[in-house]
């Protein structure tokens, strides 16, 4: 079975750091990402990487305080989420796909086609 399954949300005050982890079984994905919706919005892109040649792109909103990386060994990426905000709050998703091209960062919901349930982030003031 083909799974993402993602852990490392919670309650957090601002300033504070949160690490999310997404783990892949059934198959080794080549580019991987973080994408999060708040209520009533829509899901936007956080953060993405190709792993092909390390390249990641980040939401504007998050660059400097968010760092996206992949183990491959383990089949997991990982966001750290540092000074976080309460506009931060939401639900991230781990997002994925087996093919990428290189030197190209996806930052689509429609480049992935794998996703994990979601994990719930909220900062409070």
């Known amino acids: 079975q083909v799974q993402l399954v993602e852990s490392g949300g919670g309650l957090v005050q601002a300033g504070g750091s949160l690490r999310l982890s997404c783990q892949a079984s059934g198959v080794t994905f080549n580019a991987m990402g973080w994408f999060r919706q708040a209520p009533g919005k829509e899901r936007e892109l956080v953060a993405a990487i190709n792993w092909s040649d390390s390249s990641t792109k980040y939401a504007d909103s998050v660059k400097g305080r968010f760092t996206i990386s992949r183990d491959i060994a383990k089949i997991t990426v990982y966001l750290q989420m540092n000074s976080l905000k309460p506009e931060d709050t939401a639900v991230y998703y781990c997002?994925?796909?087996?093919?990428?091209?290189?030197?190209?960062?996806?930052?689509?919901?429609?480049?992935?086609?794998?996703w994990g349930q979601g994990t719930q982030v909220t900062v409070s003031s």
């Open positions: 997002a994925a796909r087996l093919l990428s091209r290189s030197k190209v960062v996806y930052t689509s919901e429609g480049d992935y086609g794998y």
